[in-house]
């Protein structure tokens, strides 16, 4: 029973690591050649975190709730 789960836990992780999006740009930043990508990709989650506190802060102040980010 261990060892079933064992695998089953270890192929999931290897599908994970091969096909999920996150992860495979994760794999990629990680690479010698992706360091040169790590600053513009952080860079780029600013850019949508600042997007999104500022849509809240819009439905805060009475905008329509489309804009609401979940």
Known sequence: MFTGLWSLSVRTHTLLQRYAP???LLNRL???EGL???VPAMLLGVVYL?????CA????HGW???LYVP
Do not use: D, K
């Open 64 to 66: 329509t709730e489309w």
């Open 36 to 38: 040169r990508w790590g």
């Open 22 to 24: 996150t992860n495979r």
């Open 30 to 32: 990680r690479t010698r």
């Open 50 to 54: 600042a997007a999104a506190v500022g």
């Open 57 to 60: 802060a819009l439905v805060e």
